[in-house]
């Protein structure tokens, strides 16, 4: 299983950027996905959810900037993020976890850095 995390990088406030994180090994369509994101000395926090079904779910910390979708044709599940912030600066992870519980797996990271 591998999840491939891809799209961050450096960014100004107020601008946009768009993560993707690629599946493979896995029966895509039977995971439900998220973002997450990590900054050094804190815990690993949720920024938005999507199930198998394609119900979302968003930290209030970036509701109505930030978009999850997915494409199971392409077994990649997408974070559009928009008007960006500073706070906004952190390693982003994505997470499968299978609609049945007991299971996930995590990607690798991807660096977001927002400068004000």
């Known amino acids: 299983v591998q999840l491939q995390a891809s799209g961050g990088g450096l960014a100004q406030a107020g601008g946009s950027l768009r993560l993707s994180c690629a599946a493979s090994g896995i029966i895509f369509s039977r995971y439900n996905m998220g973002w997450y994101r990590q900054t050094p000395g804190k815990q690993r926090e949720m920024v938005a959810t999507?199930?198998?079904?394609?119900?979302?779910n968003y930290s209030d910390s970036v509701k109505d900037r930030f978009t999850i979708s997915r494409d199971n044709a392409e077994n990649t599940v997408y974070l559009q993020m928009t008007s960006l912030k500073p706070e906004d600066t952190a390693v982003y992870y994505c997470k499968a976890t299978y609609i049945g519980g007991n299971y996930d797996y995590w990607g690798q990271g991807t660096l977001v850095t927002v400068s004000s």
């Open positions: 999507i199930l198998a079904f394609g119900a979302t």
